[in-house]
């Protein structure tokens, strides 16, 4: 496995992602997307595991708009404050349109399937891949919002899978069973719900954090991809 940083050239302009190859390619691609702290350690580390499924993972920095090379933690006061100023700044409608140019440019470079990936910030964003973009499939980690779009639901063409913590205390028991009505008989909607779990379950190192459900979770993604991306 070999890791770098590239650079994407949009009509908007450009911006950075990080790139970590698997050691066979041409491989299947998946997006990674971020929360609401960049392309921090954690997304690197989920770029780095991807790649050693054998996969070709790209983080794209979808806060370059706003401010480019954002690096936060989760563990620091000041970089808590500024995460949620960067969220509430965040154009997600922008943020898709990057995730597109993001799957256009390294389609090419793989087998020619192109997955996604997100957590929190990053999981509603996934949501909206599977539904505005061509994604392959998508796998959204506790999306924070996905319940004001459910409406986009009949726009989904491609495998979507939903991790949902049902004690998340950014995603109200209403707004969850907004989405479970709305997704969870939908032909290509998988859908997990973690009892006990808070937001961020599946974040090594996090407060919230759970060995053995984001092994759960983790198992389960990865068959979900194994299929979807074959």
């Known amino acids: 496995m070999t890791t770098e940083t590239v650079t994407l050239s949009t009509a908007d302009g450009d911006f950075t992602a990080y790139l970590a190859r698997p050691a066979s390619e041409p491989a299947a691609a998946i997006v990674v997307i971020q929360e609401i702290f960049g392309v921090n350690a ?15 993972a790209i983080a794209p920095d979808l806060f370059w708009r706003i401010e480019p090379g954002i690096d936060l933690t ?6 808590l404050k500024r995460a949620f100023e960067l969220y509430n700044a965040f154009d997600v409608d922008a943020g ?14 793989s087998s020619g399937k192109v997955g996604a990936i997100g957590f929190c910030l990053g999981g509603l964003l ?10 392959d499939a998508s796998v959204a980690y506790y999306g924070v919002g996905i319940d004001k779009f459910t409406a986009e639901a009949d726009k989904l063409a491609a495998p979507l899978l939903l991790h ?7 995603v109200p028991k209403e707004a969850q ?3 479970q009505t709305a997704l969870k008989n939908h032909p290509h909607v998988e859908l997990h719900t973690y009892p006990g779990r808070d937001h961020a379950f599946s974040r090594t190192g996090g407060d919230n954090y759970n060995a053995e459900d984001a092994a759960k979770a983790a198992e389960r993604t990865l068959a979900f991809f194994k299929k979807a991306l074959a």
């Open 42 to 56: 954690f997304v690197r580390q989920v770029c780095e595991r991807l790649a050693a499924e054998g996969y070709l």
């Open 74 to 79: 989760d563990h620091a006061d000041a970089d």
């Open 96 to 109: 898709v349109k990057d995730i597109a140019a993001t799957i256009d440019w390294v389609r090419p470079k």
């Open 126 to 135: 996934a949501y909206l891949a599977a539904t505005r973009t061509d994604s």
């Open 164 to 170: 949902i913590a049902e004690e998340d205390q950014f």
């Open 177 to 179: 069973a907004q989405i």
